[in-house]
């Protein structure tokens, strides 16, 4: 059964850092597009950061230069540093892997950052 578990989420002050991670069962997630989506309460969910399998990286506007996203295929794993956060930060983080026309999710992840 594929799986996506992820950890790192938690409560922060303005200006503080935070490290999302997302391990995938089975080996095969270590070639395929991941990434992570966010959604705040009463907003829609929206991509934050996604990376190729081969390390082709995107960001959201509003966090360029203060997330970094990256992946360790040794421990399929992928990262979503988070520095400088801000309150309109705050949400589910959740991450996700796709596999052909089928998309695997995480549970989510609380982050609130506190002003």
């Known amino acids: 059964q594929v799986q996506l578990v992820e950890s790192g989420g938690g409560l922060v002050q303005s200006g503080g850092s935070l490290r999302l991670s997302c391990t995938a069962s089975?080996?095969?997630?270590?070639?395929?597009?991941m990434g992570w989506y966010r959604q705040a309460p009463g907003k829609q969910r929206e991509l934050v950061a996604s990376i190729s399998g081969d390390g082709i990286t995107n960001y959201l506007d509003s966090v360029k230069g203060r997330f970094t996203i990256s992946r360790d295929g040794a421990k399929n794993t992928v990262y979503l540093q988070m520095n400088n956060l801000k309150p309109e930060d705050t949400a589910v983080y959740s991450c996700?892997?796709?596999?052909?026309?089928?998309?695997?999710w995480g549970q989510g992840t609380q982050v609130t950052v506190s002003s």
């Open positions: 089975g080996s095969v997630f270590r070639f395929l597009p």
């Open positions: 996700y892997a796709r596999l052909i026309s089928t998309t695997y």
